[in-house]
DNA sequence: GTCTATAGACGGATAGAC
DNA sequence: GTCTATCCGTCTATAGAC
């Protein structure tokens, strides 16, 4: 049921506003997106403020969803801690790979990402979700498990909170660095490698 | 010499670019922070978009005199290596901490930085630019160096890539984290702190 | 729910007095 | 080099026919 034209609308919306920004987009602009004239948006939403406000309450549903699906909900990651429990090197790699070409090429996460990053400076609400999203949360995340890794020996002892943002870091770098440049994909992919084969070659227990 | 009308156009429009985009602001706006009418900034510049042109080349060139400054111009930074052959580490710290606090507080420079941010994907001059600052040109400066200090013994070998990765990733990171959130800076600067220490102590040469 | 027509405000920019 | 007055285009939004 994602066809009809009030979804239509937010999605043309957002791409138009993950490029130029609010100020921008005019709801011409969109309309000629959707395929309909300006003054037929008004049958779908009050406003301009209206479309972007829309796109900010779904994304912000989506993300609750996603939070909740991984149980990143502050306490522990308790499904993610069996998957990562008896990972390889390999493994891991593959999975930091697939979360990476996640945020870089999935259309959704790109553009919502993007319109956070350029509008963040005058909505306080998009400042919060892009710094809760691609700072606070990750680095919980990660400091969580790292915490369990310490605890279930599989780790030598640490700082997960360091850990977290050592190894977290260079891929949120290489991420913005592949942005909008994808020639740099192959070679950014070959040193996310070798920083998760240093990261568990650094920290993993060798008196086990 | 700086206190004419037109460099204060150029300051007064930038502080609105940074925060409000290019369509975000109006002539008006700039007009009104310079202390004059709109059509009296005719005088000066020909149009809004000739306003924006030179900042962009003002900061181009501030960046390109800075590059000079710095010897980093992709050869050797010969006078940084002296400036770090014997350095401690909490002479290292509080050289990273300066660059850092500069980076978040500088006035000039945190306006472009956010100017570049916000418009790095309508304008693909703003894109290069941030991306050659903060990335290429941030990574290339400390690989040059960390291959220095393996060639000359201070560290163990290692790839000098990757380790100017692992070392700025962080640092860029805790920038982002402290944009516009100056109450998280005291956290930030203890974890670069540990970030420069650990970093030291991983890759300095003990058998020295 | 789409359209045309249009209101009403505001945008960038110019003319011309001082 | 600043101002007031103003042009003209575009913008958001509404009215009302279909």
Chains 1, 2 share one sequence.
Do not use: W
């Not at 406000?53 to 939070?67: C, G, H, M, P, S």
């Not at 710094?131 to 310490?150: E, G, M, P, R, S």
């Amino acid at each position: 049921m994602k066809g009809d034209t009030k979804t239509i609308i937010l999605d043309e919306a957002l791409s138009l506003f993950a490029v130029k920004g609010y100020d921008g987009v005019t709801v011409q602009d969109i309309a000629r997106a959707v395929g309909i004239k300006a003054p037929s948006l008004y049958k779908h939403y009050k406003s301009k403020q209206d479309i972007f406000d829309a796109i900010l309450i779904e994304t912000e549903n989506r993300y609750k969803k996603q939070v909740l699906s991984m149980n990143m909900n502050g306490s522990e990651p308790e499904k993610d801690k069996d998957l990562f429990l008896g990972i390889t090197e390999e493994d891991l790699y593959e999975k930091v790979k697939g979360l990476f070409l996640y945020y870089l090429h999935d259309e959704y996460a790109v553009k919502i990402r993007r319109m956070m990053t350029i509008g963040q400076y005058q909505n306080e609400r998009l400042s919060d979700l892009y710094k809760k999203q691609y700072i606070d949360d990750a680095l919980l995340y990660q400091k969580t498990l790292f915490q369990f890794f310490i605890y279930s020996g599989v780790f030598e002892s640490g700082d997960p909170q360091m850990m977290a943002i050592q190894f977290y870091a260079p891929i949120y770098l290489l991420m913005i660095n592949c942005d909008n440049r994808s020639e740099r994909e192959k070679e950014s992919l070959a040193f996310l490698k070798e920083h998760v084969r240093q990261f568990g070659q650094l920290y993993s227990n060798k008196e086990k």
